[in-house]
């Protein structure tokens, strides 16, 4: 679990900013990013449900790999 030390920072008296440290932000950012994979690979094996699929192989074969 990703534990976060944020400092907060305030304007006229309101929470304005969070300033975390820099190897936080990267986890943190890095969690973010790999969560959108994971909605986008549902998406996308709701678009092509009951499809057949292909292998590693074709798959390289296609894209010229």
């Known amino acids: 679990m990703l534990e976060l030390h944020p400092n907060i920072l305030q304007k006229n ?17 890095d969690l973010l990013e790999d969560m959108e994979d994971l909605v986008l690979l549902e998406e996308a094996r709701k678009e092509n449900a009951g499809e057949p699929g292909i292998s590693l192989d074709e798959a390289k074969k296609r894209l010229g790999l």
């Open 13 to 29: 008296g309101k929470d304005e900013f969070v300033v975390l440290p820099y190897d936080e932000f990267v986890a943190l950012r």
